[in-house]
Antibody
Framework: QVQLVESGGGVVQPGRSLRLSCAAS????????MHWVRQAPGKGLEWVAL????????YYTDSVKGRFTISRDNSKNTLYLQMNSLRVEDTALYYC?????????????WGQGTMVTVSS | QSALTQPRSVSGSPGQSVTISCTGT?????????VSWYEQHPGKAPKLMIN???KRPSGVPDRFSGSKSGNTASLTISGLQAEDEADYYC??????????FGGGTKLTVL
């Protein structure tokens, strides 16, 4: 069925790295822009990053620029988020979300999320 | 990229209508017709309820409707049902391929 499944979360010390994955199935992954959205414990949603359908364009929220890298492998139907120089404030549940055929489309499909905890 | 402003909580009785506001600026809500609303039940992923200010995706009950005036968008839920109790988030395109969410509103069905 149509779904997104995240993986790769865990507990990591400040300054270390982690790579998240999001496996897509049930739809033509290569046609859609994709996003990462995070939610700190007990807090609201925060948009993190966008990648275009073909991976040629990438955009980030200011707080992760230079530290996080979004990428995708359309041959594997998988989205990634490489997170470097992690900070305590990056602790959150990270969701991957499908954008639209048009980049500004809303997020119409979400995964269940993978938890990232940054703590010493 | 400041968060959009939503009331922390709203409540209503079954059958009533409630409206949740979402206030931004001319750089986000007021500048684009790309406001969306998401419903999130505890421990669950968000679900798209409204996109492009007023459009309901397939499968979303017509009790849910969206609107916008100036820098403020609104979500109205009519004929309130117990299952509508959840957190609701607005989101707006903010230009330069960035998005901003509201802080979320907890809807309680009395």
């Amino acid at each position: 069925q149509v779904q997104l499944v995240e993986s790769g979360g865990g507990v990591v010390q400040p300054g270390r790295s982690l790579r998240l994955s999001c496996a897509a199935s049930g739809f033509t992954f290569s046609r859609y822009a994709m996003h990462w959205v995070r939610q700190a414990p007990g807090k609201g949603l925060e948009w993190v990053a966008l990648i275009s359908y073909d991976g040629s364009s990438k955009y980030y929220t200011d707080s992760v620029k230079g530290r996080f890298t979004i990428s995708r492998d359309n041959s594997k139907n998988t989205l990634y988020l490489q997170m470097n120089s992690l900070r305590v404030e990056d602790t959150a549940l990270y969701y991957c979300a499908r954008g639209g055929l048009i980049v500004v489309d809303a997020f119409d499909l979400w995964g269940q999320g993978t938890m990232v905890t940054v703590s010493s | 990229q400041s968060a959009l402003t939503q009331p922390r909580s709203v409540s209503g009785s079954p059958g009533q209508s409630v409206t949740i506001s979402c206030t931004g600026t001319s750089s986000d809500v007021g500048g684009y017709n790309y406001v969306s609303w998401y419903e999130q039940h505890p421990g669950k992923a968000p679900k798209l309820m409204i996109n492009d200010v007023t459009k309901r995706p397939s499968g979303v009950p017509d009790r849910f409707s969206g609107s916008k005036s100036g820098n403020t968008a609104s979500l109205t839920i009519s004929g309130l049902q117990a299952e509508d109790e959840a957190d609701y988030y607005c989101c707006s395109y903010a230009g330069s391929y960035t998005w901003v969410f509201g802080g979320g509103t907890k809807l309680t069905v009395l």
